[in-house]
């Protein structure tokens, strides 16, 4: 939602450079230096409260780690 947003022209977003170099490079976003380097984007899940979690929801949640750690 964020890049959509700055992609419309309504502001700011913190985006990883990967996410949008296409955008970066045609020209419809432009790369801001900031002083501060942003914190650390942490992510947390959720299930219902049961003591051990559905082995979809296990699976679900491997998947994201896996995800999230190829863009690192």
């Known amino acids: 939602m964020a890049k959509a947003a700055a992609l419309k022209g309504l502001g700011y ?7 949008c170099q296409e955008h970066i490079d045609n020209g419809s976003l432009i790369n801001i230096k900031l002083d501060h380097e942003p914190e650390d984007l942490v992510l947390y899940a959720f299930y219902a409260g049961r003591k051990y979690p559905l082995e979809k929801v296990k699976v679900f949640l491997e998947f994201l ?6 863009l690192q």
């Open 13 to 19: 977003a913190i985006l990883p450079i990967h996410a």
């Open 65 to 70: 780690k896996s995800k999230c750690a190829t």
